[in-house]
């Protein structure tokens, strides 16, 4: 069937970009779906194989697409938008967006404070604190890798949790009475380097975002210093400012 393009004057390929776009937001074409094939769409709107490219492309380069060598082009899932305004945990952010929430705890053990942890924990250097290194998944897939080093009296009782399966901000809250309450956190854009790469599923030397984060509970304690990548493809932050009216 030969459906026209809009006409007028924009050109051919962003009136094609402009019609995919609609079906992806209006969720005709949800995230995942094998959309038609570059052939197909020249024969539907009567266009050049070259127009549907340059269409296909610009939504790839957008991120509304994503291609898969020898199976097609697909609709992508939209980034997680992590709003830098409230503090929340991994697994609240994951359910807010009613996405699964997992994690693969990659290492979990006391370990001697290095300088960074000691100063920002207010620790002496070499205490032990708790360390646990997380991949963590939204839907299964890998979206951050997560390194939290915890402190509080009777912290190596954390080793005795689940934490594939547990929230550590609720532990925290719940069972040890030590609640997240404010952080301040940092961001910074790099490259993956080779280990975060293969555990991220993305190439050496994607862009990736990297968050240092030191919580607190009452009075003011530091309770957890987390160092985090998260995969550049998949994730924005975002923030709202109000301007200062004096
Ligand atoms: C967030 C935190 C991390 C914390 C985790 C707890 C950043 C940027 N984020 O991902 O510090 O350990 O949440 O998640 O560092 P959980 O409660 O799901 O275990």
């Given amino acids: 069937m030969v459906e026209s ?14 019609i995919i776009r609609e079906r992806i937001m209006t969720g005709e074409w949800a995230p995942g779906t094998l959309i038609p094939s570059e052939r197909e769409l020249c024969e539907r709107y009567g266009i050049s194989r070259m ?12 991120g509304l697409l994503y291609r898969e060598q020898g199976k097609g082009t697909y609709v992508g ?16 952010d994951m359910q ?19 300088e960074a942890t000691a100063e920002r924990l207010r620790v002496k250097l070499g205490q032990p604190v708790y360390k646990l290194r997380r991949l963590r998944l939204a839907d299964s897939e890998p979206l951050a890798l997560e390194t939290s080093c915890i ?17 550590l901000y609720q532990l ?33 030397g994607s862009p990736v975002l990297r968050t240092r984060r030191v919580t ?8 957890e210093y987390a160092t985090s990548v998260y995969r550049g ?10 301007r200062d009216q004096s």
């Fill in 151 to 167: 402190t509080f009296i009777g912290c190596e009782r954390l080793l005795e949790s689940d934490l594939e399966r547990d929230s």
């Fill in 96 to 114: 807010a967006r009613a996405q699964r929430p997992g994690a693969r705890v990659l290492s979990a053990e006391m370990w001697p404070a290095d």
């Fill in 216 to 223: 607190t509970t009452r009075r003011n304690q530091p309770v």
């Fill in 51 to 62: 127009t549907a490219r340059q269409s296909i492309t610009e939504l790839v380069s957008e």
């Fill in 172 to 204: 925290l809250a719940h069972s040890f009475d030590m609640p997240p309450l404010e952080a301040e956190q940092e961001l910074e854009a790099d490259l993956a380097g080779e280990e975060e790469a293969r555990l991220l599923d993305v190439p050496v």
């Fill in 5 to 18: 393009l809009r006409g007028g004057p924009l050109p051919r390929y962003y009136q094609l970009k402009e």
């Fill in 77 to 92: 899932r939209p980034k997680i938008a992590q709003q830098l305004l409230r503090l929340t945990g991994f697994t609240e």
């Fill in 233 to 242: 493809d998949k994730y924005r932050c975002h923030t709202r400012m109000v």
